[in-house]
């Protein structure tokens, strides 16, 4: 049996920029990693620079005489425009081009679909998709009706497009009561966590800046990575020792990216909710990347739009073995490291440990030597620096995280 290749779309990528359109250049190029990421081969490109957007089309009837040329000439399957377009703005550069037409949110949706892995991720993508689908069918409702326009052919079709609306709508609804069934359990594994007293790091950072391979690194995992956006979706979190015996959980999510629709940041929220509760985190840079610095903003806005601005940070410089000797890093503190660097993982661990030492208070306890197995322990949740006898006593002194003081307590209790 022969098999046949399965050609790839041939995608046009159309983008507007207006008078206080910031980045579009990088916005553009984004667009096009996002097209090859789901598979499309980007052929060609179109930009048009106007005072707003054309309420009817997006991008103006002159210009579309233009793109409609270029569909013809350049085989087009797909057109993707590089900004939200409105269902009417949808369907009519559908009509008038012949072919599919999708915006950026929709492009995002299928990567995220193609991605998902977990029971929760797919079920959070297709809750986006539901919802991002459901006032498009309205506004197609309206076109349909405007276009039978008289008795015998408007009814049918307004019927069919109310049982699809209601259709969708049981399944969102339907999925949002099986995702609060998996918020719950997770809630309780966090609630472990936090009972544990283990301290909690997540790393967070543009899409494709190498968070899943400095995960690999420090937990000697093999998480899924690649050279593409939106590698991973679902959150992953392990356990690991920092030291010898200090232990942390270090936790991999779903990079960010600008424009990041506000129904994906809705639907992976409880996703993001394990870098909400983190007590440290790691924000991964691609060093490489020119356009780094749009992107740390973007980062650091949605940071700010979660209220996460407030959780300690340490920057992780990445892919330094790609970048010029010029490179100056704009945040501090940090570490410059190439994850795929066997020294990266101790880079790592011990500028975590030197953030940790601010971050945590001081003791000093005193300790019978009978009980000195017990300091094991200890140094699960505690950064012992110094241990001292003294006749048939051990004086320990090191620093713990203000949330698990009642933990030192609680183990002064038990041994004294």
């Given at each position: 049996?022969?098999?046949?290749?399965?050609?790839?779309e041939?995608?046009?990528l159309?983008?507007?920029?207006l008078?206080?359109?910031?980045?579009?250049?990088?916005?553009?190029?984004?667009?096009?990693?996002?097209a090859?990421?789901a598979?499309?081969?980007?052929?060609?490109?179109?930009?048009q620079?106007?005072?707003?957007?054309?309420?009817?089309?997006?991008?103006?009837?002159?210009?579309?005489?233009?793109?409609?040329?270029?569909?013809?000439?350049?085989?087009?399957?797909?057109?993707i425009?590089?900004?939200?377009?409105?269902?009417?703005?949808?369907?009519?550069?559908?009509?008038?081009?012949?072919?599919?037409?999708?915006?950026?949110?929709?492009?995002?949706?299928?990567?995220?679909?193609?991605?998902?892995?977990?029971?929760?991720?797919k079920l959070?993508v297709?809750?986006a998709?539901?919802?991002?689908?459901?006032p498009?069918?309205v506004?197609?409702?309206?076109m349909?009706?405007?276009?039978?326009?008289g008795?015998?052919?408007?009814?049918?079709?307004?019927?069919?497009?109310e049982?699809?609306?209601?259709?969708?709508?049981?399944?969102?609804?339907?999925?949002?009561?099986q995702?609060?069934?998996?918020?719950k359990?997770?809630?309780?594994?966090?609630?472990?966590?936090l009972?544990?007293?283990?301290f909690?790091?997540g790393l967070?950072?543009?899409?494709?800046?190498g968070?899943?391979?400095?995960?690999?690194?420090?937990?000697?995992?093999?998480q899924y990575?690649?050279?593409?956006?939106?590698?991973?979706?679902?959150?992953?979190?392990?356990?690991?020792?920092l030291?010898d015996?200090?232990?942390?959980?270090?936790?991999?999510?779903?990079?960010?990216?600008?424009?990041l629709?506000?129904e994906?940041?809705?639907?992976?929220?409880?996703t993001?909710?394990?870098?909400?509760?983190?007590?440290l985190l790691?924000?991964?840079?691609?060093?490489?990347?020119?356009?780094?610095?749009?992107?740390?903003?973007?980062?650091?806005?949605?940071?700010?739009?979660l209220?996460?601005l407030?959780?300690?940070?340490?920057a992780?410089?990445?892919?330094?073995?790609?970048?010029d000797?010029?490179?100056?890093?704009?945040?501090?503190?940090?570490?410059?490291i190439?994850?795929k660097?066997?020294?990266?993982?101790?880079?790592?661990?011990m500028?975590?440990?030197?953030?940790?030492?601010?971050?945590?208070?001081?003791?000093?306890?005193?300790?019978?030597l009978a009980?000195?197995?017990?300091?094991?322990?200890?140094a699960?949740i505690?950064?012992?620096?110094?241990?001292?006898?003294?006749?048939?006593?051990?004086?320990?002194?090191?620093?713990?995280a203000k949330?698990?003081k009642?933990?030192?307590?609680e183990?002064l209790?038990?041994?004294?």
């Open positions: 049996m022969i098999e046949t290749k399965k050609e790839q041939r995608a046009l159309v983008g507007v920029e008078q206080q359109t910031e980045n579009f250049a990088v916005s553009m190029e984004e667009l096009a990693s996002l090859r990421t598979g499309a081969e980007v052929a060609g490109v179109y930009t620079k106007r005072e707003k957007y054309d309420s009817r089309t997006f991008i103006g009837s002159g210009k579309l005489d233009e793109i409609a040329q270029m569909v013809e000439a350049d085989e087009i399957d797909t057109v425009v590089n900004n939200r377009l409105t269902p009417r703005q949808n369907t009519n550069l559908e009509e008038r081009l012949g072919i599919k037409v999708i915006d950026r949110m929709q492009l995002i949706l299928d990567i995220f679909a193609m991605r998902a892995r977990s029971h929760e991720g959070q297709h809750l998709q539901l919802k991002y689908m459901l498009r069918l506004g197609q409702g309206i349909l009706s405007r276009q039978a326009g008795i015998g052919s408007r009814g049918p079709g307004e019927s069919q497009l049982l699809d609306r209601r259709s969708i709508r049981h399944q969102i609804h339907d999925i949002e009561r995702l609060k069934v998996v918020e359990n997770r809630s309780t594994v966090r609630e472990r966590r009972q544990s007293g283990i909690k790091i967070i950072g543009y899409t494709n800046a968070k899943s391979t400095i995960m690999n690194a420090m937990t000697d995992k093999c990575e690649a050279d593409e956006l939106f590698a991973t979706l679902d959150a992953t979190t392990k356990q690991i020792a030291s015996t200090f232990q942390v959980t270090l936790t991999d999510t779903v990079g960010f990216i600008q424009d629709p506000t994906l940041i809705s639907a992976f929220k409880s993001l909710e394990e870098s909400m509760n983190v007590d790691l924000h991964v840079i691609d060093s490489s990347d020119p356009n780094h610095a749009e992107q740390e903003q973007v980062v650091l806005d949605i940071l700010k739009d209220d996460m407030d959780i300690p940070r340490l992780v410089y990445n892919k330094m073995d790609k970048t000797d010029e490179f100056t890093p704009s945040q501090f503190p940090h570490v410059m190439s994850a660097d066997k020294n990266a993982k101790a880079h790592i661990q500028m975590v440990l030197a953030k940790l030492k601010t971050m945590f208070v001081p003791f000093e306890v005193k300790i019978p009980q000195s197995y017990r300091l094991h322990d200890l699960k505690a950064l012992i620096d110094k241990r001292e006898y003294v006749d048939d006593v051990e004086i320990v002194s090191g620093s713990i949330s698990n009642w933990k030192l307590e183990f209790g038990e041994i004294l």
